[in-house]
């Protein structure tokens, strides 16, 4: 059924407004998506991996674009000497083109610039079941808000909210809230039939689960979220200049496409200095049981190097200096090394770049240890996974004690 639709969106690639004859069915529909509030960065990034692969099962069906999620007002993100760390585009992090080897995805700026209006058209909360749940199933269903963070603007007719810290510059025409249990996939069949909103939002998207976790699809997906260049090259030049490592001599070279890129594990041996992800600040109360003191991790940290005949050390950390200080302090056989950006550096590559750094240069060393239940150190570990590192040398965590021994992380290895 063809119609004529006047001002349509969908010439966002000819930058101009013509009449265009449009199958509806075909054109393309806009999902966006939010995260609980208080998420940090690498949560966030394996909530994008569930939607994702979400946006790729539909795109079997008719044509769907993922909108990329703005970076405004991460909790973490604590540098107050530099200008806010808000509206921030996902190209600031991530390689765009790579991404859309996978799926099609757009900026929220873009989006903005093809829409009509500031408005997205349908916004669904999700949230869990009230009574809880007695055994495990899938489903569905519309309900009352057990927490509605949005309120409504009766003089726009429209409901107001955060929106990626865009507030009241964005609006949604409709909002419902969906309790949900379920993976991601399982919305599939509501999206392409039960709505046909141009532009769909889920928000508290983290509520949907991944489809299959660890399987070749979930693979590519992570195999396609490569990091901005201008980043790599940041922590590249670093391992050469401080940590004797080059993508030859550690024999780890990447391939201009994702796609092309297949390890086996062993093939890369990193560079020669034992990595470190010392995850400190609100995880010292938040995961009591499994952070260690300083002056424990120093010693764990001091007894791997020894074995593993590793002279540098390689500290990513977000610990406050005075912490920082101290475990240098326990180190002195060896010569310990952290990424520090001059303040020009920082407000140019904002408190997101210098992690991502961090977490690149970790992912080359000959060894990594990271903190157990941090995404931030499981980034790491499937970065190595994708580079072709042997596992023993990747999925390794501090105890809470060097003499207890602790659950090692879960070797989820790479699938093709
Ligand atoms: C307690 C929970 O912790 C969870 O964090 P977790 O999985 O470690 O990992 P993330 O979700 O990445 O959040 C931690 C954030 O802290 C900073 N950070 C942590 N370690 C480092 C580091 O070594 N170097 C640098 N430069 N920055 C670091 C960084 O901004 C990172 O995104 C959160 O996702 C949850 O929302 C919650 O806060």
Redesign the pocket.
Known sequence: HNHVDEDDGFDFQQGTKFKLVVDEAKAPRYLLYDVNP???????RDVYMRIAVLIKSLNEDAPWILVLPPWSG????RSRDIEAQNKIPWSAFFDLSSLRSFVPVMEFEEFLKISREPVIEELYYLQHYKEGWDKWEEKMDRRPCMHNPYSYDSEANLWRGWFFGYDRAVGARKLECLSVMGHAGFVKPFLLTNTSARSVMLDRAETLLHDRYGDSVFWQCRRSMRFAKHLRDIADNFRAEYLDSTDEGDKAIIEEDWQSMKRNHGDAIGGPYLAV???R???VR??EKYVPSVKSAAKQIKHLAKQLNLTKIFV???APQTEYDELKGYLTDFSVYQFEPTLEARAKYK??G??II?QWICAHARYFIG?R?????FRIQDEREILGFAPETTFNCLCKKKESECEQPTRWLIKY
Do not use: C, K, P, Q
């Not at 208080?38 to 966030?44: A, S, T, V």
């Not at 991460?74 to 993100?77: N, V």
């Not at 239940?373 to 150190?377: I, L, P």
């Open positions: 208080g998420e940090g960065f690498n949560l966030r991460i909790y973490h993100w992800h010392l995850r600040a609100d995880f938040a995961r990513a950390t977000d408190d997101g210098v992690a961090d903190t239940e941090s995404t931030f150190s």
